[in-house]
């Protein structure tokens, strides 16, 4: 189906954070924007007022006229969505064009200059820094990103831009659809075993991605991965991390609250790069999205000021309560190296407080795989708190739960096990210097209440 013959849209999944960037951008074209999801959210809620018509039930009387056309109106749908389901079915049966979120993506990256971020964390606070810089720049993007940009206050930009900034998420091998101008390659850590079974089908993965990038092209990879990328010719490569590589960084300054760093860079170096959400681990995120944004003509003033102004992603590193006697923020952080790295950023921020986090496991197969390796993350910090683990699609292991995370924390480290339904009271009855939230779950729904409670005691 030609994009030029849609007059209506229908999402079987609509409020997922990816798949509403993808309605916006039509609801911006004018399109009638429809769909269902499972349960009400703040995001269905206001892609509601922005002229989305969301139901929650599956419930074929509740698609509209319009979106039962076949000839005009587009059906996509997420990989989280059961085959079984209803209105998923009903489509099947009727012959609808039917297409994942990835595939629209794909398609816009046909159309526009693609400046993709995969990798198995950092791509979402990577890809939203490079659309801040350049959307702030005299070159302009679209983005469809796989968070809430602070400074934005929504995951999508709209222009007329040729450029077009987009989150490639390897989960079901969904960025194998697009066709990458430029890409960023940030980490390669197995994850999603469920999904491609071993390690090595994993690295094949992003092998492949990397031969969709289009000639005239680059890749931008971190230059400690184990996977072997192969580019078509006329596919420039370059690699960074954070003190070496063709793009990396020098001087690095980090105190009172700020860090700033000189930025090498084998198209023309930049002093002095403050970040503006000053976070160890955004050094490295930063490098890779100031290089995308340099490679494709953003200035040393634009990447300067970009990276000064960039305001961070909501439940990245996310602070709800920063003063000298209490810290408390949310973090997505849910792979094992996500956890490893946000501990020692928090780490290295907070040298002498006493750091305690709250950690909700997401997925019983990712707790089967990586139980260790959470254990041993998570040991940075001096208290633990875990809940039971977040199921998202999945059905229970035997024998697979939080206590395997609990019993290989290391000696010294305080922790609990408790359910997520005593979380507020626990909040309730202690006193704490730093707390964090840790997880991809919905934990993160009782973060407003946390910070109220929090605010109440100081």
């Not at 944004?293 to 990447?303: D, F, H, I, S």
């Not at 009271?425 to 109220?452: H, M």
Request: glycine share 6%; hydrophobic share 35%.
């Amino acid at each position: 189906m030609n994009i030029k013959d849609i007059k209506a849209v229908y999402f079987v999944g609509a409020g997922g954070i990816g798949m509403s960037a993808i309605a916006r951008y039509f609801l911006k074209k004018g399109l009638v924007v429809a769909g269902y999801d499972k349960t009400p959210s703040d995001l269905t809620r206001q892609l509601e007022k922005e002229g989305m018509l969301i139901h929650y039930e599956e419930n074929l009387d509740e698609i509209p006229h319009i979106c039962k056309q076949k000839e005009t109106c587009l059906v996509i749908y997420t990989p989280a969505i059961p085959e079984e389901h209803k209105e998923l079915q009903y489509f099947h049966a009727n012959g609808f064009e039917i297409q994942k979120r990835a595939q629209v993506l794909g398609t816009l990256t046909q159309a526009h200059k693609g400046l993709c971020v995969a990798g198995t964390h950092g791509k979402t606070t990577t890809s939203t820094m490079c659309a801040h810089i350049m959307h702030q720049s005299h070159l302009d993007c679209n983005a469809f990103l796989g968070g809430i940009s602070k400074n934005y206050g929504t995951n999508y930009i709209l222009s007329d831009s040729d450029y077009v900034v987009i989150e490639a998420d390897e989960f079901d091998r969904s960025f194998h659809w697009l066709r990458p101008w430029m890409s960023v390659i940030t980490s390669t850590d197995p994850d999603h075993l469920d999904i491609y079974g071993t390690k090595d089908a994993y690295l094949e993965s992003f092998r492949h991605y990397t031969e969709l990038i289009q000639p005239g092209g680059a890749l931008i990879i971190h230059r400690d991965l184990e996977m072997k990328e192969h580019l078509q010719d006329g596919v420039r490569r370059y690699d960074y991390s954070l003190n070496e590589g063709d793009f990396h960084a020098e001087n690095i300054r980090i105190g009172n609250g700020e860090i700033t760093f000189d930025f090498i860079s084998p198209i023309e170096s930049i002093c002095d790069v403050q970040l503006g959400q000053p976070i160890p681990i955004n050094i490295e995120n930063g490098i890779a999205a100031m290089a995308m944004a340099q490679l494709n003509g953003c200035t040393a003033e634009e990447l300067k000021f970009g990276m000064k102004t960039y305001g961070g992603v909501d439940r990245r590193f996310d602070f709800k309560i920063k003063t000298d006697r209490l810290v408390f923020l949310s973090d997505y952080a849910h792979h094992p190296k996500e956890i490893y790295q946000s501990a020692k950023s928090i780490r290295e921020l907070y040298k002498d407080k006493h750091i305690t986090a709250i950690f909700q496991p997401h997925l019983y197969t990712r707790t089967r795989d990586f139980y260790k390796d959470f254990a041993e993350a998570l040991s940075q910090l001096d208290e633990v708190v875990l809940t039971e683990i977040y199921p998202a699609r999945e059905l229970p292991i035997e024998g697979v739960t939080s206590q395997l995370i609990y019993d290989n924390l290391k000696p010294g480290v305080k922790k609990e096990l408790i359910r997520k339904d005593e979380v507020l009271d626990f909040v309730r009855s202690r006193q704490f210097e730093v707390l964090i939230v840790l997880g991809a779950g919905d934990l993160d729904n009782q973060v407003p209440q946390i910070t109220k409670i929090l605010n109440s005691k100081l």
